[in-house]
């Protein structure tokens, strides 16, 4: 599986993102993550990337390349997911030059279609761990103590670019810059748009599309067969 997850700002890709590395076996490469790692550790890319993140602005495509060109390298074995990379045409062709020196191109493109208001919310209520890269909603996925990462027990914080003057800019740049990008890719016949307002309604979709490109077995299927298992064990302990 090498998929690209695509979808406005706040519409889930992060959570999309871990239930399909939860239930299959895939490796996700964040673009957004693997900045704020670089900013946190105070990187070169991380002290370059952190100027353009702090007014809202794209890191640039150069910059960009590079950084997830490594990740690839290293996960080049792996089933992979890319989010929040390629978000421009530049990066897209890029990314699609890299992948074809490996004869291994992009296999699905999942754009994820939320409603505006609903996004919005999410955006207002949102509280990050930076080093592991977990996701906490206040309203409905809120850590256990306040302002604290469930794991590690250190302290949450709120991107310096979840803040509504800088989400509207975020926004128009990537209505802008994305319908390109689905273009460019329904064209190949790799797109498939999943709706819904919460991430419960749109993960089905994705899970049935996995297992029905990919011939990947559902989790479901996987209880049910360790289930149905246990049952031919103790029919075959009967008959002995
Ligand atoms: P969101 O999914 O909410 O847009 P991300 O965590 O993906 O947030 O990205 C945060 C910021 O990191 C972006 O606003 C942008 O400044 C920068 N960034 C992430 N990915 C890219 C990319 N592919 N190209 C340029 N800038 C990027």
Request: aromatic share 4%; with cysteine; net charge neutral.
């Amino acid at each position: 599986m090498r998929i690209l997850l695509l979808g406005n700002p706040g519409a889930g890709k992060g959570t999309q993102s871990s239930r399909m590395q939860k239930n299959f076996n895939i490796t996700a490469i964040t673009s957004g993550n693997l900045l704020r790692q670089n900013i946190a550790k105070g990187t070169t890319v991380g002290k370059i990337a952190a100027k353009h993140m702090e007014h809202g602005e794209f890191v640039p495509d150069d910059i960009m390349i590079e950084l997830i060109g490594d990740e690839l390298q290293r996960n080049k074995r792996q089933n992979w997911l890319l989010d929040g990379f390629p978000r421009t045409i530049n990066q897209a062709m890029a990314l699609d030059d890299n992948l074809n020196l490996s004869g291994q191109s992009l296999n699905l493109v999942i754009n994820l279609q939320v409603p505006e208001e609903v996004i919005l919310q999410r955006i207002m209520d949102r509280w990050i761990h930076v080093p592991s890269g977990r996701v906490y909603n206040l309203s409905y996925n809120p850590p256990k103590i306040h302002g604290i990462d469930d794991v590690t027990g250190e302290k949450l914080t709120k991107r310096d670019d979840d803040n509504p003057d800088i989400f509207k800019i975020r926004l128009q740049k990537h209505h802008a810059l994305t319908e390109p990008l689905l273009e460019y890719y329904n064209k190949r016949n790799i797109l498939i748009t999943c709706n819904g307002r919460t991430s419960d309604e749109i993960y089905p979709q994705i899970e049935s599309e996995l297992i029905a490109r990919f011939n990947v077995i559902s989790p479901n299927n996987q209880v049910k067969t360790s289930t149905e298992k246990n049952l031919l064990k103790v029919a075959t302990r009967e008959n002995l």
